[in-house]
């Protein structure tokens, strides 16, 4: 068993996704290990991870909408420290998660057709996110 981690450094633009799977996918190749366990962790709390659907940027479109509407920024917030985004990312990334597991197979995690990993940039600004891999496998 041999295990390799990771630090992916990744340059947001402000709210949305921002899709990350071919550094993942390059950096599994790189270590050799063919058969395993990938862990993603996101050292953040006002950004996620997510597998979504690649191909249809209008899906990436409805999915920043609906956070929108399901945790506005307009709401009145006790905790405004950095802004009025700082509390809805809180509450964004709490919804959806800060860290993912996938299967890695014949050195290649394991992702659907029409599936991209995708870092879910919650704050206004643009934000330099560290996503740290791990992998364990043989």
């Keep these: 068993m041999r ?3 990771h630090r992916l450094t990744v340059d947001t633009r402000g709210k949305g996704l921002t899709m990350i799977t071919r550094p993942i996918c390059d950096w599994v190749n790189e270590t050799g290990i063919s058969d395993g366990l ?11 991870l997510t ?3 690649n191909a249809d940027p209008t899906v990436r479109r409805d999915i920043a909408d609906f956070f929108e509407d399901l945790v506005p920024e307009s709401r009145r ?14 509450l964004r990334s709490m919804l959806t998660d800060i860290q993912l597991t996938i299967p890695v197979m014949d050195g290649r995690p ?3 057709t029409w599936q991209g ?6 704050r206004r600004q643009p934000h ?4 740290v891999l ?5």
């Design 3 to 5: 295990q390799a981690f």
């Design 38 to 48: 990938l862990t993603l962790w996101c050292r953040h709390t006002s950004a996620s």
């Design 51 to 53: 597998v979504q659907e």
């Design 77 to 90: 917030y006790v905790h405004d420290d950095e802004g009025p985004d700082d509390m809805p990312a809180h």
């Design 110 to 112: 394991v992702l659907g």
């Design 117 to 122: 990993i995708y870092l879910f940039e919650h």
């Design 128 to 131: 330099r996110r560290e996503i």
């Design 134 to 138: 791990h992998l364990l496998g043989e």
